[in-house]
């Protein structure tokens, strides 16, 4: 089936959602005058996109320890491009 411009595809299917959630998610429905299936699927939406950045955050983090994590504290402040110099003026 193709999509018609401006319709994504959906598919019916069944899920079983905790009860207080399927409240929550009813209330809203009524309150913007919105299906239960678009809430549930605009939350669902959501959810998976937090998801894919929390996913791709920590494998952001873990390739910066992989490509620093030899590096001693000294060595980490020149790649920072802090110079850590005696004050000569003091003396």
Do not use: C, W
Request: net charge positive; hydrophobic share 35%; aromatic share 4%.
């Amino acid at each position: 089936m193709k999509p018609r411009p401006g319709k994504s595809l959906s598919r019916r299917t069944t899920l079983t959602l905790p009860a207080e959630s399927l409240a929550r998610a009813e209330r809203i429905a009524r309150q913007k005058h919105l299906s239960l299936s678009a809430v549930v699927g605009e939350a669902l939406e959501r959810g998976l996109l937090q998801e894919d950045h929390s996913r791709r955050a920590t494998e952001i983090i873990d390739s910066y320890r992989k490509a620093f994590g030899g590096f001693t504290d000294e060595e980490l402040m020149l790649l920072d491009g802090v110079v850590m110099e005696p004050n000569t003026a003091l003396q």
